[in-house]
C-alpha cells in the first residue's frame, strides 16, 4: 500500500508504503507524484513502514517506471530525500544506489520522523 501522509512542512511530500506494493497502487499513484512534480524543488519523506513487504504483482515494474521517468525528466528539481525505515536491507540498498539519486539524500530511524520532516524541509542536518 502507498499513502500520501498529511502533516509535512510546506514544500514537503510524505508517502508512507506498507505491505506488498502491487503495480495497480502505483499506477494510482501516478497523478499524486506528477503533481509533485510540478512544485520545482522536490521534497520528499518516505516512510517504509515495519510491515513492507515488497513488491507484490506488476509493483517492481511500476515503481522502476515512475521512479526514473521522475528522475530523468525532472533530475534537477531533486532537492532532498528522506528515507525512513528500520529495515537493514533498505539502508544497504541507499548506500549502493546513493550515487544515482538527485539532491540530498538521508536515511532516518523510524522514531526519527519528525527530524526527517524538518531536515527535507531544509532546517537541520542528518547524520
Avoid at 497523478?31 to 517492481?60: N, T, W
Avoid at 525512513?84 to 526519527?112: C, I, Y
Wanted: hydrophobic content about 45%; aromatic content about 8%.
Amino acid at each position: 500500500m502507498i499513502e500520501v501522509l498529511p502533516d509535512m512542512p510546506k514544500g514537503v511530500t510524505g508517502i508512507r508504503v506498507s505491505g506488498r506494493l502491487l503495480g495497480d497502487e502505483l499506477r494510482e499513484f501516478k497523478p499524486a507524484m506528477q503533481e509533485l512534480l510540478k512544485a520545482g524543488d522536490v521534497r520528499i519523506v518516505e516512510v517504509i513502514a515495519s510491515d513492507y513487504e515488497g513488491f507484490g504483482p506488476g509493483g517492481l515494474v511500476e515503481d522502476l517506471k515512475l521512479g526514473f521517468g521522475a528522475l530523468l525528466q525532472h533530475h534537477s528539481g531533486f532537492k532532498r530525500i528522506a528515507v525512513v525505515s528500520d529495515k537493514q536491507w533498505v539502508a544497504h540498498t541507499l548506500h549502493a544506489l546513493a550515487w544515482m539519486v538527485p539532491g540530498e539524500l538521508a536515511l532516518f530511524g523510524l522514531d526519527e520522523l519528525e527530524r526527517a520532516k524538518e531536515w527535507a524541509g531544509g532546517a537541520g542536518a542528518a547524520s
